[in-house]
């Protein structure tokens, strides 16, 4: 892709570095003065994707096409303390008004009323992680309008 800076050298130079970090840059022009008494350069500059970012593309159809659609449910998942005392088990967020008033806030705690689909994971941070990926990815990946090279999935 084919870009022309026009700015004064320095902004034309700034930019073009912002590019070259951005981008791969595949050809940078000489800079040529505009007519007249302007101060203004202009310089070509085609940039391409980089490799890297295609994958990162490829990667996030992928999760889109295979798990995030799925996931769009609204249920919000917690992680709860299980057995082992450890914040190592994850399961829906808890809607019934059976639920214990001191367990609303932050749900730590197992009870009768709940979804009794606890997943243990015998490790705290996978926990924590799969939480968060399970609340937040399926409505990033819907939210966010991916710049993929090769059109959408
Ligand atoms: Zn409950």
Same mark, same amino acid.
């Given at each position: ?33 505009? &007519? !007249?008494?302007?101060?203004? @350069?202009?310089?070509?500059? *085609?940039?391409? =994707?980089?490799?890297?970012?295609? #994958?990162?593309? %490829? ?44 367990? &609303? !806030?932050?749900?730590?705690? @197992?009870?009768?009323?709940? *979804?009794?689909? =606890?997943?243990?994971?015998?490790? #705290?941070?996978? %926990? ?26």
């Amino acid at each position: 892709m084919r870009i022309r800076l026009m700015d004064t050298p320095d902004q034309v130079e700034a930019v073009a570095a912002v590019l070259r970090h951005a981008f791969d840059v595949v050809e940078e022009s000489d800079e040529y003065a505009n &007519r !007249g008494t302007s101060r203004m @350069v202009r310089r070509y500059v *085609d940039l391409r =994707l980089r490799p890297k970012d295609a #994958e990162l593309d %490829a990667a996030v159809r992928r999760l889109r096409k295979t798990a995030a659609h799925r996931l769009v449910t609204g249920r919000r998942w917690r992680v709860v303390i299980t057995d082992s005392e450890s914040a190592d088990g994850i399961m829906p967020v808890c809607a019934s008004p059976e639920h214990p008033v001191d367990d &609303r !806030g932050q749900q730590w705690s @197992v009870y009768d009323c709940c *979804d009794p689909h =606890l997943i243990e994971t015998y490790c #705290e941070a996978l %926990a924590a992680f799969l939480v968060a990926a399970l609340n937040d990815v399926p409505t990033l990946l819907a939210a966010v309008q991916y710049h993929g090279a090769g059109g959408a999935a």
